[in-house]
T-cell receptor, first 117, second 109 residues
Framework: NAGVTQTPKFRVLKTGQSMTLLCAQDMNHEYMYWYRQDPGMGLRLIHYSVGEGTTAKGEVPDGYNVSRLKKQNFLLGLESAAPSQTSVYFC????????????????FGPGTRLTVL | RKEVEQDPGPFNVPEGATVAFNCTYSNSASQSFFWYRQDCRKEPKLLMSVYSSGNEDGRFTAQLNRASQYISLLIRDSKLSDSATYLCVVTGSARQLTFGSGTQLTVLP
């Protein structure tokens, strides 16, 4: 049982390049999330999904796109990377929608450290 | 104003000490409350959920004060392994979980 995995673990991009981050979970969770974490800012929600084939915008969606074609996978795309997107990206999944219940948790992947030059 | 505010610390305490963290939140309609722990350069992991009546898990006690809109975390008999950043997480105004920026704890030998 791997939980939540993310690939790649590290990446360096040049401004204007594109890339896709892959998140996979093997817990059959409906809900999946992409966050970014910057120093002093806490985790901020980029996009999320409430089930296969669905996506929705979070707090900071600009410059990112996502897709959830399979229940176990959630992809985050950067179409034209900018230095402001230098960050640590975490994927998470959960069984329940945790804004309304405290009886579950989000399971996080190990993160992707992205640097945009 | 941030939706979730925490004292960033750092809190440096000796082994065996008791330490308390507070977290204030702005959304009076928040329904879910958590404390997560994040080790350096690692992913966050759930430490404990916070329930209205308060709850305890070993050396850790969490309290919720809805009237004053804050939650607290008390760690008794601190261990070196408790050194980490503690994240306060609550339901935000957009009905999604909102994370505080964390409080850094270092337990000294």
């Amino acid at each position: 049982n791997a939980g939540v995995t993310q690939t790649p673990k590290f990446r360096v991009l040049k401004t204007g390049q594109s890339m896709t981050l892959l998140c996979a979970q093997d817990m059959n969770h409906e809900y999946m999330y992409w966050y970014r974490q910057d120093p002093g800012m806490g985790l901020r929600l980029i996009h999320y999904s409430v089930g296969e084939g669905t996506t929705a915008k979070g707090e900071v969606p600009d410059g990112y796109n996502v897709s959830r074609l399979k229940k176990q996978n959630f992809l985050l795309g950067l179409e034209s990377a900018a230095p402001s997107q230098t960050s640590v990206y975490f994927c998470a999944s959960s069984y329940a929608w945790l804004a309304f219940t405290s009886v579950d948790t989000q399971y996080f992947g190990p993160g992707t450290r992205l640097t945009v030059l | 104003r941030k939706e979730v505010e925490q004292d960033p610390g750092p809190f440096n305490v000796p082994e065996g000490a008791t330490v308390a963290f507070n977290c204030t939140y702005s959304n009076s309609a928040s329904q879910s409350f958590f404390w997560y722990r994040q080790d350096c350069r690692k992913e966050p992991k759930l430490l404990m959920s916070v329930y209205s009546s308060g709850n305890e898990d070993g050396r850790f006690t969490a309290q919720l004060n809805r009237a004053s809109q804050y939650i607290s975390l008390l760690i008794r008999d601190s261990k070196l392994s408790d050194s980490a950043t503690y994240l306060c997480v609550v339901t935000g105004s957009a009905r999604q979980l909102t994370f505080g920026s964390g409080t850094q704890l270092t337990v000294l030998p």
